[in-house]
């Protein structure tokens, strides 16, 4: 789709209003071991694809590493 | 190497009825104070995000005769040091709260300045809103929703919102599309975009929407993406299935760009591709995965698309931020046959691109949400902080995390 450049619609406005909150002296006592349970950080749950796309195929061909937008599109039918 | 500095469960310690409303998490830190939203609940701490005390939703909302609903989201805006604190009205307005970060700890959370965006004022007149999300520009606030069975971009100018006193909602209609998200780390344009298509149809296009800031118009432009796998989303795990496609019932993620940020000129777009396209028999990904466009907003090209998918557990509900270096977090969600719902943080440019779990509960029956959360956090030049949840038996009780890492 080619651009397409449109003015906006008005919504008007709106006015500030101050709060005061209720108190809530709900606080949350955590223990040591669970203020710092990720420390050290925790192992990697899986490989994250750096420079290497899934070994499986879409559509026709197979994923490519870097998609130019002049060959994005395939044949999902195929 | 990336180091997680605070992993917070705030349903910690026993205390399983505190926040146990924590889905749709949300959160935003600046200095040591932190701003946590979930669906009907909101905290805040001031010791960087090891304690937490709860703050009354309730209350802002009847000042201005509403009802609270549900998908509250909270971001920082750096420029004018204030937290922006956004919430969903059971009448369908978006209620907006802001106070600074001493303000939050002097007043211990009970000190903000507020607006009510009447829906009202929008589209049709009858429509209302929902599912607000923001970010926030050089000079703007953004906010895009739902009106209806249309999706709005509205920007509040920071200016008016510093002054504390009336503020003005200009906005467009996104063409075509449902769901919408704005770009973080935005500067001088604002950016949008979302997948274009619904729920039966194929998806083959982002639809990126411009919105320059010294301007009164927008533009939008489609890229092309590889076909969106979009059938076949169902996750079952070993405490049941944890998301269902089935008969029809889509899992939002999948419908929607739900992590959308900026580096130079590369807009980051996640989100939740399924096993299979509509049409073929044979699986695309073996489980529901992560999918991300890197579009060059320059150029307006589709530089690459990145996957992130296991053979053995599905990747779901990613957010995405980029750090003060231009480097790209992630928070996710993670799980499969053999694994319970979790929920994760990692990185996915620099040197340290690890996905890590943060949870590892194997009574875990959930995690995610459309508000799974990931901000830089200020004025930390690399540190992250993010939100998530998972949801633990007995109960099942939900557990909402508030995660602070370190590329």
């Known amino acids: 789709m080619a651009d397409k450049a449109a003015p906006l619609l008005d919504g008007g406005s709106a006015v500030a209003k101050a709060v005061r909150l209720a108190a809530k002296p709900k606080v949350l006592k955590l223990t040591a071991e669970q203020r710092t349970q990720a420390m050290p950080p925790l192992p990697a749950v899986a490989p994250v694809p750096k420079r290497r796309l899934p070994p499986i195929s879409i559509g026709k061909a197979t994923v490519v590493r870097k998609l130019r937008q002049s060959t994005k599109r395939r044949d999902p039918s195929g | 190497m990336t180091v997680i500095r605070r992993n917070t469960d705030l349903n910690g310690n026993g205390r399983s009825d505190s926040f146990s409303n924590g889905w749709e998490t949300s959160v935003a830190r600046a200095f040591d104070v932190v701003v946590y939203t979930g669906n009907l609940f909101a905290a805040y701490s001031v010791d960087g995000g090891d304690n937490f005390q709860a703050m009354d939703v309730y209350g802002l909302h009847k000042a201005h005769g509403q009802n609270p609903c549900c998908d509250q989201v909270v971001i920082y805006i750096p420029s004018i040091t204030q937290f922006a604190w956004v919430g969903l009205t059971q009448e369908g307005n978006i209620l907006l709260a802001l106070a600074s970060p001493n303000e939050i700890r002097d007043g211990q959370g009970r000190f903000w300045t507020s607006w009510l965006i009447p829906a009202n004022q929008f589209g049709d007149g009858r429509s209302t809103f929902d599912q607000p999300t923001v970010a926030v520009g050089d000079n703007f606030l953004y906010i895009t929703c739902n009106l209806g069975r249309v999706a709005i971009a509205l920007r509040l100018s920071i ?22 998200r704005p770009a973080l780390n935005t500067g001088q344009i604002g950016y949008f975009a979302a997948l274009l298509g619904s729920t039966d149809s194929e998806i083959r296009d982002i639809r990126v929407f411009s919105w320059p800031e010294r301007s009164n118009t927008w533009a939008m432009f489609d890229i092309g993406i590889q076909q969106v796998p979009r059938q076949e989303g169902t996750i079952t795990t070993p405490n049941g299935t944890w998301i269902s496609t ?3 019932n889509p899992h939002a993620g999948g419908l929607q760009v739900l992590g959308l940020t900026l580096t130079g000129p590369q807009l980051w777009a996640a989100w939740v591709g399924y096993r299979t396209i509509t049409g073929q028999t044979r699986r695309t990904f073996p489980y529901p995965h992560i999918a991300i466009a890197i579009i060059n907003v320059q150029t307006r090209r589709l530089e690459a698309q990145r996957y992130l998918w296991n053979p053995d557990f599905a990747f779901t509900w990613p957010a995405l931020a980029t750090n003060a270096q231009g480097d790209i977090g992630l928070s996710f969600c993670w799980g499969g046959e053999k694994n319970a719902p979790q929920y994760g943080v990692g990185m996915l440019t620099g040197r340290d691109q690890r996905l890590f779990s943060v949870t590892a509960d194997p009574n875990s029956t959930a995690a995610g949400g459309d508000y799974t959360t990931i901000r830089p956090s200020f004025p930390d030049v690399y540190t992250f902080c993010a939100a998530g949840f998972n949801q633990l038996l007995p109960g099942p009780v939900n557990h909402p995390r508030f995660l602070l890492f370190e590329p």
């Open chain 2, 246 to 248: 089935e008969g029809g």
């Open chain 2, 159 to 180: 200016i008016e919102l510093y002054a504390r006193g009336l503020i003005h909602l200009p906005y467009f209609i996104a063409p075509d599309v449902f769901w919408l």
